[in-house]
């Protein structure tokens, strides 16, 4: 078990309410897939613009899709207090953030895995390779690990529906500009080298949110 | 009452600068020969925006040590430096807008500084929204903290990001790339100007602070009125309460 024994017990917790009522994931998948068709009618889309205009659409569903989850994972801990149960679990507080993170990152890995073949598909762009996966994997990553602090905050306040993407949305442009960058290089066949610069941004971007949240995370929950 | 008056000789100092940039800016400095009178923005533009960057790292100077030594005062620096960040952001964008237009011919455009002090701008607008929302005392401060911690560290990553994705479209934005020496007297304007801005920053960083001080002890007294159980009037109205469960 070692360290890593807690922060998986969580995340197991986690997908184990899932696999029970399917909440979270089928939330994401359908409110993403409402996001990509309303698109479809926002922007006019031609074999010709797709493969450039098309990344930001599938970025931008995961990240709208993402909030929503990411909202529903923290309601659930904080509905009968199971919150303050999880707290005073022999847990440090990094752990608590590395098993929500892990399972929040599941939860978006799995609802992508539907939504960018079906993304692939309507759009009839060219995205279903190896690459993609690593940067979807890489920007959940991100995403979560922002997610899940800014999630634990916003459950704390008044408002907390519209507190988390206030907080959320900013903080991870960099993350968005980079993942629908790099995204955009593979669909229009550039080289994976191109790609190359985008990738450093996430991954400098899921180092410092990953390291940072752990750090900080003592300070989001206490008493 | 000698603090009263410090503030006051503050305040005159602040008008009196202000009159005399206003007069170098508008009136004595000369009008820059391709850009017109427009370039006379930079002479506000500047300073506010300097000001807008120096306000979010003291915000996380604030907070972090904040959190390290748990001292409230350390809280109020970090809340009245993120709420005078937001308005002197706030002008930056807009005095940046207006130099924009006549000159990038658009008054928006999402040039990598632009970008970023734009999102910026945003996560300190959350930063506040949070203050507003979290639960009052320790908690919300130390909600807050963090989110100030986080949108420091985020904007060299949000700057890089804007950066590079800039670099990789084509740049419509025919202006003044290069970035020559000022003249003189220009110079010297930029100077005059940029010290009456942080002057009057300070000034203002240090009035809300006050306010900030001023409401915890509002706190802490109505917290012991109560604990007393004498009936504690509302700061805000000043009118009775009704019922404050005296009992």
Same mark, same amino acid.
């Given at each position: 078990?070692?360290?890593?024994?807690?922060?998986? #017990?969580?995340?197991?917790?986690?997908?184990?309410?899932?696999?029970?009522?399917?909440?979270?994931?089928? @939330?994401?998948?359908?409110? @993403?897939?409402?996001?990509?068709?309303?698109?479809?009618?926002?922007?006019?889309?031609?074999?010709?613009?797709?493969?450039?205009?098309?990344?930001?659409?599938?970025?931008?569903?995961?990240? &709208? #899709?993402?909030?929503?989850?990411?909202?529903?994972?923290?309601?659930?801990?904080?509905?009968?207090?199971?919150?303050?149960?999880?707290?005073?679990?022999?847990? @440090?507080?990094?752990?608590?953030?590395?098993?929500?993170?892990?399972?929040?990152?599941? &939860?978006?890995?799995?609802?992508?895995?539907?939504?960018?073949?079906?993304?692939?598909?309507?759009?009839?762009?060219?995205?279903?390779?190896?690459?993609?996966?690593?940067?979807?994997?890489?920007?959940?990553?991100?995403?979560?690990?922002?997610?899940?602090?800014?999630?634990?905050?916003?459950?704390?306040?008044? @408002?907390?529906?519209?507190?988390?993407?206030?907080?959320?949305?900013?903080?991870?442009?960099?993350?968005?500009?980079?993942?629908?960058?790099?995204?955009?290089?593979?669909?229009?066949?550039?080289?994976?080298?191109?790609?190359?610069?985008?990738?450093?941004?996430?991954?400098?971007?899921? #180092?410092?949110?990953?390291?940072?949240?752990?750090?900080?995370?003592?300070?989001?929950?206490?008493? | !009452? *000698?603090?009263?008056?410090?503030?006051?000789?503050?305040?005159?100092?602040?008008?009196?600068? !202000?009159?005399?940039?206003?007069? !170098?800016?508008?009136?004595?400095?000369?009008?820059?020969?391709?850009?017109?009178?427009?370039?006379?923005?930079?002479?506000?533009?500047?300073?506010?925006?300097?000001?807008?960057?120096?306000?979010?790292?003291?915000?996380?100077?604030?907070?972090?040590?904040?959190?390290?030594?748990?001292?409230?005062? =350390?809280?109020?620096?970090?809340?009245?430096?993120? /709420?005078?960040?937001?308005?002197?952001?706030?002008?930056?964008?807009?005095?940046?807008?207006?130099?924009?237009?006549?000159?990038?011919?658009? =008054?928006?455009? =999402?040039?990598?500084?632009?970008?970023?002090?734009?999102?910026? =701008?945003?996560?300190?607008?959350?930063?506040?929204?949070?203050?507003?929302?979290?639960?009052?005392?320790?908690?919300?401060?130390?909600?807050?903290?963090?989110?100030?911690?986080?949108?420091?560290?985020?904007?060299?990553?949000?700057?890089?990001?804007?950066?590079?994705? *800039?670099?990789?479209?084509?740049?419509?934005?025919?202006?003044?790339?290069?970035?020559?020496?000022? /003249?003189?007297? !220009?110079?010297?304007?930029?100077?005059?100007?940029?010290?009456?801005?942080?002057?009057?920053?300070?000034?203002?960083?240090?009035? *809300?602070?006050?306010?900030?001080?001023?409401?915890? /002890?509002?706190?802490?007294?109505?917290? /012991?009125?109560?604990?007393?159980?004498?009936?504690?009037?509302?700061?805000?109205?000043?009118?009775?309460?009704?019922?404050?469960?005296?009992?």
């Amino acid at each position: 078990m070692g360290a890593l024994g807690p922060i998986w #017990a969580i995340a197991r917790k986690d997908l184990l309410l899932e696999v029970r009522n399917r909440d979270i994931v089928v @939330s994401l998948v359908v409110f @993403s897939m409402l996001v990509l068709i309303v698109f479809n009618f926002a922007i006019e889309l031609t074999p010709v613009n797709v493969a450039v205009v098309g990344p930001g659409i599938l970025w931008v569903a995961i990240a &709208f #899709a993402g909030v929503i989850g990411l909202n529903r994972s923290f309601v659930l801990e904080k509905e009968r207090d199971a919150l303050d149960g999880l707290m005073l679990a022999p847990v @440090s507080r990094d752990g608590l953030f590395l098993g929500k993170t892990l399972g929040n990152a599941i &939860f978006m890995l799995v609802a992508q895995a539907v939504l960018i073949p079906v993304f692939a598909a309507l759009f009839d762009v060219d995205i279903l390779r190896f690459e993609i996966g690593v940067i979807a994997a890489m920007t959940t990553l991100g995403f979560a690990g922002a997610g899940t602090v800014f999630a634990a905050m916003a459950i704390n306040t008044r @408002s907390r529906e519209i507190m988390l993407p206030v907080l959320f949305l900013p903080a991870i442009s960099p993350l968005l500009i980079a993942a629908v960058e790099a995204t955009a290089g593979v669909a229009t066949g550039g080289s994976w080298g191109a790609s190359s610069r985008w990738i450093q941004i996430i991954t400098v971007f899921d #180092a410092v949110f990953v390291v940072g949240g752990a750090l900080l995370f003592h300070y989001v929950l206490e008493d | !009452m *000698r603090d009263v008056s410090a503030r006051s000789a503050w305040l005159v100092i602040n008008a009196a600068l !202000m009159a005399v940039s206003l007069w !170098m800016i508008f009136l004595w400095v000369p009008t820059e020969a391709n850009l017109g009178v427009i370039q006379r923005a930079l002479y506000f533009h500047v300073p506010v925006s300097i000001i807008a960057l120096g306000a979010i790292i003291l915000v996380a100077i604030g907070s972090v040590a904040f959190l390290v030594s748990g001292r409230p005062r =350390w809280d109020w620096l970090a809340h009245a430096s993120a /709420e005078t960040g937001v308005l002197f952001g706030g002008l930056a964008l807009v005095t940046g807008s207006i130099w924009a237009r006549p000159i990038w011919n658009v =008054w928006w455009t =999402w040039d990598a500084k632009l970008t970023t002090t734009l999102i910026l =701008w945003f996560i300190f607008i959350g930063y506040l929204m949070l203050r507003a929302y979290a639960p009052p005392g320790r908690q919300g401060a130390r909600l807050s903290a963090v989110v100030g911690i986080i949108g420091a560290i985020d904007a060299p990553i949000i700057y890089y990001a804007a950066d590079l994705w *800039r670099t990789a479209h084509p740049s419509r934005v025919t202006g003044p790339g290069a970035s020559g020496s000022l /003249e003189s007297e !220009m110079a010297l304007t930029l100077l005059v100007s940029t010290i009456t801005i942080v002057s009057l920053y300070a000034y203002v960083l240090v009035e *809300r602070f006050r306010v900030r001080r001023s409401e915890a /002890e509002v706190a802490e007294l109505s917290k /012991e009125l109560q604990a007393s159980g004498i009936p504690a009037r509302r700061s805000d109205g000043g009118a009775p309460a009704t019922a404050t469960g005296g009992d």
